[in-house]
């Protein structure tokens, strides 16, 4: 269990985050949702060991992260940054083997491990070729390649193994947004904890089995979509009027926005028939 | 790896991904790993072997092998003159040596800066220690002669280059001490103090020259163009282990430093201790920039293009950058120094000179190719 305990971070006479408790299991898809300046990565930051709270401790299991080496750190949690510059003309494949870093294996294995990782992120075709020449899109799978490369094998000792995600949809189409955390659910499936920072709140409800919702640094609200996921919660995070119906396929709640000049009314009528007959049809 | 936890298994790849795995053939690294280095390798000797034969006493290939086998008690059938064994040993192998020695750590110590500073434009003296050492190099030049006499009886010959040493050391450690607060090192704040303290030691090397008579002018002058001139087995043993340490500890750096590529960040997320790797890297190419300039004055473009070449050859992996650094850097400051030693017979042309010659259109080339291939220069 990764678990931010009653953490704040303070900079200056601003408050990053204000008394914060969030756990992640391994196992879970953790949701963490807010506004731009909420404090989303800089709740990440605690969670990776990159940063360290001003008040409150970040543990893993029972022991607070900063007394890990870096290195046993990466042999179990592996971060995924929003975005990560490279000016050097490193191959796909050897960027994906960077994640091998903190491990002692054979360059055999990893080499394993590199392409299957690539497979894991549907990026092997993409194997040989030079990592500038590729679209933001790809240079982000095939990093999301390198870090499932880092936790591919379960540590010895046998420990949880953690992958924290900084908006791994932000430059991604819809087809990989969705593929990306199809990968993640996979992970969780392997008891992986997987946290990622998403601004797609129907993306959450559909893959986390929680959210956090994180507004000027307060985490607002917490638990699995249904309940989270309410017009009141997301109207007080996001000063956004949305409706909240059923997803007509999948088991959890669709976000809608609603369009500031239509009385709330008039939509939840025209939305709601069309889809409803859909789903009865289907 | 335990095939029971690991992701693979979990993670069932859906058929559409796998359909069409193209099972590209990647040349296999460490092989090509292995015969570049051994292809730098051996070009490095035949430089070497040329050098040390060519000149106003000339020795054949054959000659030079035979001198040296004679050192060790081995007759061999190529005849040599007294006088040629007379060069060999005492002028053009340690000169040689000494060229070797000065390439391979300004070589390495640029692929190291390169790598720290995540750019492929940096250059060892963005730390400060050249022109630090050239302000060293000044002083004592200017003013060594207002030295208490038992210090300048200590120093001997070497005056010049122990200040040169200690000025650049002493300008790298201030870079250091403004870039780092607590525990962390800025490494866009130490370039930025680093041009801040170049432009310092560069107004204070120009106002001593105010002081300077014609001699000590043509000196300085001359000490900032560069020159292998002054080699000798003293002064190899002098330098040389400056430059083996960081050779010896580079091996060590390589998948750090690839990791830091990504950024601190991502680095540390690797379980890199980036602040030890940027303290070992400042004092490894300090260390031997700072022994290099002493003793050969100002040599530029070496540590910035040598790095930039093996790059374009065979990629960013420092596991083969750094060897085949040190490798390529001392061949051509080799091959530099044969040059400047034969342009003018007798005279020299500075080495410096010879290095600026080839490479300053060699960066300009690269930073042309750099905007067509949008390089991102920054930090």
Redesign the interface.
């Known amino acids: 269990m990764l678990v931010a305990d009653h953490v704040s971070v303070r900079l200056g006479r601003s408050t990053l985050l204000d008394d914060v408790s969030v756990h992640l299991a391994p196992g879970e898809v953790l949701a963490v949702v807010g506004a731009n300046g909420a404090g989303k990565t800089t709740l990440m930051r605690l969670l990776s060991g990159e940063q360290t709270p001003t008040e409150g401790t970040v543990r893993l299991g029972e022991t607070p992260l900063d007394q890990f080496s870096a290195d046993d750190l990466a042999r179990c949690r592996a971060v995924l940054p929003q975005h990560a510059s490279l000016a050097f003309g490193f191959t796909v494949e050897e960027v994906v083997l960077l994640g091998r870093t903190p491990h002692r294996t054979r360059a055999t294995e990893d080499d394993e491990i590199a392409r299957a990782a690539l497979h894991a992120a549907g990026v092997h075709h993409l194997l040989g070729r030079s990592y500038p020449t590729l679209s933001g899109g790809e240079q982000q799978r095939v990093h999301l390649a390198r870090t499932l490369a880092q936790i591919w094998e379960a540590p010895s000792p046998p420990s949880p193994r953690y992958l924290l995600l900084d908006e791994p949809t932000a430059s991604l189409d819809l087809a990989h947004q969705h593929a990306v955390l199809r990968t993640a659910r996979r992970c969780a499936q392997a008891d992986v904890g997987v946290l990622a920072v998403l601004h797609d709140l129907n993306l959450a409800a559909q893959y986390a089995h929680r959210i956090a919702v994180l507004k000027h640094g307060q985490l607002v609200a917490e638990g699995p979509p249904a309940t989270v996921l309410t017009p009141e919660v997301i109207q007080h995070a996001f000063d956004v009027a949305v409706l909240i119906t059923d997803h007509p396929r999948a088991d959890c709640p669709l976000v809608v926005p609603v369009p500031e000049d239509t009385p709330s009314g008039a939509w939840s009528a025209s939305l709601s028939s069309p889809l409803s007959n859909e789903s009865t049809h289907a | 790896?335990?095939q029971a936890?690991?992701?693979?298994?979990?993670?069932?790849?859906p058929q559409a991904?796998?359909a069409a795995?193209?099972e590209?053939v990647?040349a296999p690294q460490?092989s090509r790993r292995t015969l570049v280095l051994s292809g730098l390798g051996a070009t490095l000797l035949v430089a070497m072997l040329l050098a040390v034969g060519i000149g106003a006493v000339a020795i054949s290939p054959g000659q030079v092998v035979s001198i040296l086998a004679a050192q060790l008690g081995l007759d061999l059938p190529w005849a040599f003159k007294a006088q040629q064994e007379l060069v060999l040993l005492g002028i053009r192998l340690p000169r040689v040596l000494l060229g070797v020695i000065v390439g391979a750590g300004l070589a390495i110590s640029g692929a190291l800066m390169q790598g720290l500073f995540?750019?492929?434009l940096a250059d060892p003296g963005l730390i400060g220690v050249s022109s630090g050492a050239a302000l060293g190099a000044a002083l004592m030049i200017v003013l060594g002669a207002a030295l208490p006499g038992f210090i300048a009886s200590a120093l001997g010959a070497f005056g010049i280059a122990v200040a040169a040493f200690v000025g650049g050391l002493l300008v790298t450690v201030i870079v250091y001490r403004i870039s780092t607060r607590g525990r962390h090192t800025s490494v866009a704040t130490m370039l930025l103090a680093g041009i801040a303290l170049n432009a310092l030691c560069g107004a204070g090397t120009g106002s001593l020259v105010l002081l300077t008579d014609d001699n000590q002018l043509r000196d300085l002058t001359f000490w900032t163009l560069g020159s292998l001139g002054g080699a000798t087995w003293e002064t190899l043993l002098v330098v040389g282990p400056f430059v083996l340490v960081a050779m010896a500890a580079a091996p060590r750096l390589a998948?750090?430093l690839?990791?830091m590529?990504?950024?601190e960040?991502?680095a540390?997320?690797?379980?890199?201790?980036t602040q030890l790797v940027k303290r070992v890297v400042i004092a490894l190419a300090a260390l031997a920039v700072g022994a290099a300039t002493a003793v050969s004055g100002l040599i530029g473009f070496v540590g910035l293009v040598v790095p930039h070449l093996v790059?374009l050859a065979i990629?960013?992996?420092h596991r083969t950058l750094l060897p085949a650094s040190a490798l390529l850097g001392a061949t051509l400051l080799v091959a530099a120094d044969l040059l400047s030693r034969v342009v003018i017979q007798p005279a020299e042309v500075p080495i410096g000179i010879i290095t600026a010659l080839g490479g300053a259109p060699f960066f300009l080339a690269l930073l042309l190719q750099g905007r067509r291939?949008?390089?991102?220069?920054s930090l």
């Open positions: 790896m335990s936890s690991s992701l693979s298994l979990a993670l069932e790849v991904e796998t795995p193209p590209t990647v460490a995540r750019n492929p998948r750090a690839n990791a590529l990504l950024g960040a991502e540390h997320h690797l379980g890199i201790n790059r990629g960013p992996d291939r949008g390089y991102d220069f």
